[in-house]
Antibody
Framework: QVQLRQSGPGLVKPSETLSLTCSVSGASISPYYWTWIRQPPGKGLEWIGFVKDSGSANYNPSLKSRVTISLDMSENEFSLNFKSVTTADTAVYYC?????????WGQGTLVTVSP | EIVLTQSPGTLSLSPGERATLSCRASQSVSSSYLNWYQQRPGQAPRLLIYGTSNRATGVPDRFSGSGSGTDFTLTISRLEPEDFAVYYCQQHGTSVFTFGPGTKVDIK
């Protein structure tokens, strides 16, 4: 079955860039959409954005100036880059397959922004 | 941006009881674009219902969804122990996709 495995650091300093990767197994990147979502500790879910198999992406306007989601077809993975982070960006970050209905999800990565 | 409001915030019920969860949108949402997720503590969310009323793969038939326009409902016909969790509605009918704040179903 399709599985998503997330990797990346759990601690990032303020003003630096948060980078996470989601490796896909059991399915090809094409012809799907791939999404990132985050959840601050004890809070609800926030949609970050998605990338199509073509490589084009769409982002939450509230985050758009700081976010890039990209694909690596050769590695069958996609990535999130989130620049100029602050403590307000501390959250569990999830990757998922889908444009609007998300299944499956990655295991989640707690990213703490702290000096 | 469409704002989703869920009620109640917490629902305290016993195993075997029926749960009715509400999701209200600030403007009309196409029924094709309203989904429900379950999140157990320490786990990633799991897709339960997509397109208002379609159960995702492997979801038991005690879960059902209904609604239209601005009012949507998730019903759990008889609560099992594993159903005590947080439930989120979500819409993707506009350019900004949004989630509701969640309803926690806990054991009475």
């Amino acid at each position: 079955q399709v599985q998503l495995r997330q990797s990346g650091p759990g601690l990032v300093k303020p003003s630096e860039t948060l980078s996470l990767t989601c490796s896909v197994s059991g399915a090809s990147i094409s012809p799907y959409y791939w999404t990132w979502i985050r959840q601050p500790p004890g809070k609800g879910l926030e949609w970050i954005g998605f990338v199509k198999d073509s490589g084009s992406a769409n982002y939450n306007p509230s985050l758009k100036s700081r976010v890039t989601i990209s694909l690596d077809m050769s590695e069958n993975e996609f990535s999130l880059n989130f620049k100029s982070v602050t403590t307000a960006d501390t959250a569990v970050y999830y990757c998922a397959r889908g444009l609007g209905a998300y299944a499956p999800w990655g295991q989640g990565t707690l990213v703490t922004v702290s000096p | 941006e469409i704002v989703l409001t869920q009620s109640p915030g917490t629902l305290s019920l016993s195993p075997g009881e029926r749960a009715t969860l509400s999701c209200r949108a600030s403007q009309s949402v196409s029924s094709s674009y309203l989904n429900w997720y379950q999140q157990r503590p320490g786990q990633a969310p799991r897709l339960l219902i997509y397109g208002t009323s379609n159960r995702a793969t492997g979801v038991p038939d005690r879960f059902s969804g209904s609604g239209s326009g601005t009012d949507f409902t998730l019903t759990i016909s008889r609560l099992e122990p594993e159903d005590f969790a947080v439930y989120y509605c979500q819409q993707h009918g506009t350019s900004v996709f949004t989630f509701g704040p969640g309803t926690k179903v806990d054991i009475k």
